[in-house]
């Protein structure tokens, strides 16, 4: 069943230049000023079952090269059960892509800002604490978005395509850690010595953001950054050969993954508004 939406009866997804995808419910729309347009919808669902049935019948199609701006909370617990591995990565895929272009859109704005704030600037002086950035030209080096190739590799590789343990019980989908006792979930494989933990998120878009800043602020990925900026002419993934102890082998998933699956595509994808239909009476 659908959560947190009680009022919410119907949803159209509006594509450019794409017929519209409707709710059955549409029929019963009573007044035009019961419909707004809102930039992305959360929401929740047990099964994998409800998931699709949902994404089906909003039209969502990763092949129509837009995206609904559906920002689910968390993995349904059973996407594991799925047998069909195609279909098991394609619904992860439509997950998190939404997810994802949202976080890449905050950075931009934020990027945007930066670009006209002048040297002496107040709000500069926060970004670049925030960044731990030591002057404007490194700031903008780091506030840029994460290539979606890269983002959905790495959440397939550290998440097992949404079907770990860690994935399901922590909304972690890209294998962070924490020193802070209690704040995560313990390896059951974790030394007696040790004291890490994998972090837990409160929902998916949190797990994205945290990611994002990560691989924006990391020392550890400063080779990345100089990458993605131009400053090196060599494969973005080198750049996050310390991302996992596995080191070279670990780059060379990531490209597997991208290439195998055409991760690289759905660079060009395009967030669709969403129209909420409100409908009064109905039970």
Not at 47 to 73: Q, R, T, W
Not at 96 to 118: A, G, Q, S, T
Not at 143 to 150: D, G, K, N, S
Not at 208 to 229: G, K, M, Q
């Given at each position: 069943?659908?959560k947190?939406?009680?009022f919410?009866l119907?949803?159209?997804v509006?594509f450019?230049?794409v017929p519209?995808?409707?709710?059955?419910?549409v029929?019963?729309?009573?007044?035009?000023?019961?419909?707004?347009?809102?930039e992305?919808?959360?929401l929740?669902?047990e099964s994998?079952?409800?998931?699709?049935?949902?994404?089906?019948?909003i039209?969502?199609d990763l092949?129509?090269?837009?995206?609904?701006?559906?920002?689910?909370?968390?993995?349904p617990?059973?996407?594991?059960?799925?047998?069909?591995v195609k279909?098991?990565?394609?619904?992860?895929?439509?997950?998190?892509?939404?997810?994802?272009?949202?976080?890449?859109k905050?950075i931009?704005?934020?990027?945007?800002?930066?670009?006209?704030?002048?040297e002496?600037?107040?709000?500069?002086?926060r970004?670049?604490?925030?960044?731990?950035?030591?002057?404007?030209?490194?700031?903008l080096?780091?506030?840029m978005?994460?290539p979606?190739?890269?983002?959905?590799?790495?959440?397939?590789?550290e998440?097992?395509w949404?079907t770990?343990?860690?994935?399901?019980?922590?909304?972690?989908?890209?294998?962070?850690l924490?020193?802070?006792p209690g704040?995560?979930?313990?390896?059951?494989?974790?030394?007696?010595?040790?004291i890490?933990?994998?972090?837990?998120?409160?929902?998916l878009?949190?797990?994205?953001?945290?990611?994002a800043?990560?691989?924006?602020?990391?020392?550890?990925?400063?080779e990345?950054?100089?990458i993605?900026?131009?400053?090196?002419?060599?494969?973005?993934a080198?750049?996050l050969?310390?991302?996992?102890?596995?080191?070279?082998?670990y780059v060379?998933e990531?490209?597997?993954?991208?290439?195998?699956?055409?991760?690289?595509?759905l660079n060009?994808?395009?967030?669709?508004?969403?129209?909420?239909?409100?409908?009064?009476?109905?039970?």
């Amino acid at each position: 069943m659908l959560k947190k939406i009680a009022f919410i009866l119907a949803i159209i997804v509006v594509f450019a230049n794409v017929p519209k995808f409707k709710f059955e419910f549409v029929q019963f729309f009573e007044q035009e000023e019961q419909t707004e347009y809102v930039e992305l919808l959360e929401l929740e669902f047990e099964s994998y079952v409800e998931v699709e049935e949902f994404f089906n019948k909003i039209g969502y199609d990763l092949a129509a090269g837009v995206v609904p701006m559906v920002i689910l909370k968390r993995l349904p617990n059973d996407l594991g059960q799925i047998n069909d591995v195609k279909k098991k990565k394609d619904l992860f895929v439509k997950i998190l892509l939404p997810i994802i272009i949202k976080v890449n859109k905050e950075i931009y704005e934020e990027r945007e800002k930066i670009v006209e704030l002048p040297e002496n600037s107040p709000e500069l002086s926060r970004y670049l604490t925030k960044y731990k950035a030591k002057n404007k030209q490194e700031l903008l080096e780091k506030v840029m978005p994460i290539p979606v190739e890269i983002a959905l590799a790495q959440a397939a590789i550290e998440s097992a395509w949404g079907t770990s343990r860690f994935a399901i019980e922590a909304n972690n989908i890209f294998g962070e850690l924490t020193f802070k006792p209690g704040n995560g979930v313990v390896p059951k494989e974790r030394p007696e010595d040790e004291i890490y933990e994998v972090r837990r998120f409160p929902d998916l878009l949190s797990a994205v953001r945290s990611y994002a800043y990560n691989l924006n602020v990391s020392p550890f990925y400063r080779e990345f950054r100089a990458i993605r900026s131009g400053k090196i002419n060599k494969p973005l993934a080198d750049g996050l050969i310390f991302y996992s102890q596995r080191r070279e082998e670990y780059v060379r998933e990531i490209k597997l993954i991208i290439s195998a699956n055409r991760f690289a595509m759905l660079n060009e994808h395009k967030a669709a508004p969403i129209l909420l239909a409100y409908i009064g009476g109905l039970r």
